[in-house]
T-cell receptor, first 112, second 113 residues
Framework: GESVGLHLPTLSVQEGDNSIINCAYSNSASDYFIWYKQESGKGPQFIIDIRSNMDKRQGQRVTVLLNKTVKHLSLQIAATQPGDSAVYFCAETGGATNKLIFGTGTLLAVQP | GAGVSQSPSNKVTEKGKDVELRCDPISGHTALYWYRQSLGQGLEFLIYFQGNSAPDKSGLPSDRFSAERTGGSVSTLTIQRTQQEDSAVYLC???????????FGPGTRLTVT
């Protein structure tokens, strides 16, 4: 629905710490999930994906966890760096078209 | 390799004018998507192409919005008789389909005055 403006949840971490960004997804039938990073003025950048038949997937410095029981996703970033500062979106998809349904996003602010 | 490209990067238009936004997907990607990102609404799906066909147009906000794709490649999103509420960033994404990631272009920022 309409809203005056999105108020993004913010996670503030110190450089070098680990970050955990959480996301609740809406559709229990969704079978594929993607995390995106979006920097100001740029399009969303693919970080990592996971299928519903998995509960964990690791990439370089990032790990995605999926809990289908409570419809929850998390993105863990190890040794957070200033360049990780951005808005992070989770997206879910399913069905024939695989259109993405995005969460509202979390702003990650890394303090040097 | 080349990613998804979009043009123009910025477009300012007067209310009531028509605009065309272009998307060049990653070569070989059969699936193409248009999304819109606005301050009040977040990221929302507009339309999906598989090849040149659009089996899902469910996100188009009104009949002022249309899109086409030719040669299984370039896509154009057209907004007729633009309104101020059309102001947003229009994003294009492409993928190989199925359980493969959607990769986004930089977007076109549309401002309707």
């Amino acid at each position: 629905g309409e809203s005056v403006g999105l108020h993004l949840p913010t996670l503030s971490v110190q450089e070098g710490d680990n970050s955990i960004i959480n996301c609740a997804y809406s559709n229990s039938a969704s079978d594929y999930f993607i995390w995106y990073k979006q920097e100001s003025g740029k399009g969303p950048q693919f970080i990592i994906d996971i299928r519903s038949n998995m509960d964990k997937r690791q990439g370089q410095r990032v790990t995605v966890l999926l809990n289908k029981t409570v419809k929850h996703l998390s993105l863990q970033i190890a040794a957070t760096q200033p360049g990780d500062s951005a808005v992070y979106f989770c997206a879910e998809t399913g069905g024939a078209t695989n259109k993405l349904i995005f969460g509202t996003g979390t702003l990650l602010a890394v303090q040097p | 390799g080349a990613g998804v490209s979009q043009s123009p990067s910025n477009k300012v238009t007067e209310k009531g004018k028509d605009v065309e936004l272009r998307c060049d997907p990653i070569s070989g990607h059969t699936a193409l998507y248009w999304y819109r990102q606005s301050l009040g609404q977040g990221l929302e799906f507009l339309i999906y192409f598989q090849g040149n066909s659009a089996p899902d147009k469910s996100g188009l906000p009104s009949d002022r919005f249309s899109a086409e794709r030719t040669g299984g490649s370039v896509s154009t999103l057209t907004i007729q008789r633009t309104q101020q509420e059309d102001s947003a960033v229009y994003l294009c994404a492409s993928s190989l389909g199925g359980f493969s990631g959607q990769y986004f272009g930089p977007g076109t920022r549309l401002t309707v005055t």
